[in-house]
């Protein structure tokens, strides 16, 4: 079975950073398109980064341009976000999405998820 698993979250102050890690196992096919969604509580799935196997398109939500960074690792199947001078609206629950789809920045186009991180950003 596919399995996308997340980590690096944490609480931290406002203006701080945090590095997300999202390792996938169990498919038999490569990924062509891995991606981080965040969901806050209340709120619907919104799309924070997404990057394709051969690192040349790197997409980002809005709210997070010039803060975030998507990277992947391929020799460990890794997805990466590292997330610097975090805001209090940054807090949500991180996930972890891949598909092989050409990186769109939409929820419904990704069929294997991550069970997420939490990142809480104090004021």
């Known amino acids: 079975d596919v399995q996308l698993v997340e980590s690096g979250g944490a609480s931290v102050q406002a203006g701080g950073s945090l590095r997300l890690s999202c390792e996938a196992s169990g498919y038999r096919y490569y990924f062509y398109c891995m991606a981080w969604f965040r969901q806050a509580p209340g709120k619907e799935r919104e799309a924070v980064a997404a990057?394709?196997?051969?690192?040349?398109?790197?997409e980002y939500g809005g709210s997070v341009k010039g803060r975030f960074t998507v990277s992947r690792d391929p020799d460990k199947d890794t997805l990466y976000l590292q997330m610097n001078n975090l805001k209090p609206e940054d807090t949500a629950v991180y996930y972890c999405?891949?598909?092989?789809?050409?990186?769109?920045?939409?929820?419904?186009?990704?069929?294997?998820w991550g069970q997420g991180t939490q990142v809480t950003v104090s004021p």
């Open positions: 990057l394709d196997s051969d690192e040349i398109t790197a």
């Open positions: 999405a891949a598909d092989s789809v050409p990186c769109p920045l939409l929820a419904d186009e990704y069929n294997y």
